[in-house]
């Protein structure tokens, strides 16, 4: 009933940009704080940043300054600007909301995407 797609990944050089989208469609009601995370070769997913309903934002410490979450709600789409990327930026990047569906409950339920590779060449 919900989907949430990526896109915007590729291949960059260092010291470059790109933007990531992260867009709902389904039997949604509502969707509270959506999530992007990434996932490197050989390593944990880790959290990259969060931005709430109503708009407040985190960060991971180490992120600051060069990423930037934003959503525009009328498109149930969430954005992550990423710029100066560096080569430990390459990643496969995950967007993940917690969504109340309809039918479903008061209670919300875990979304992911499917990833979106980004490559930062030195």
């Known amino acids: 009933q919900v989907q949430l797609v990526e896109s915007g990944g590729g291949v960059v050089q260092a010291g470059g940009s790109l933007r990531l989208s992260c867009t709902a469609s389904g039997s949604i009601v509502s969707i509270n704080g959506t999530a992007w995370w990434r996932q490197a070769p050989g390593k944990q997913r880790e959290l990259v940043a969060h931005?709430?309903?109503?708009?407040?934002?985190n960060y991971a410490d180490s992120l600051k300054g060069r990423f930037t979450i934003s959503r525009d709600n009328a498109r149930n789409t969430v954005y992550l600007q990423m710029n100066s990327l560096k080569p430990e930026d390459t990643a496969v990047y995950y967007c993940n909301a917690p969504v109340v569906v309809h039918g479903w409950g008061p209670n919300p339920y875990d979304y992911w995407g499917q990833g979106t590779q980004v490559t930062v060449s030195s």
């Open positions: 931005i709430t309903s109503g708009g407040p934002t």
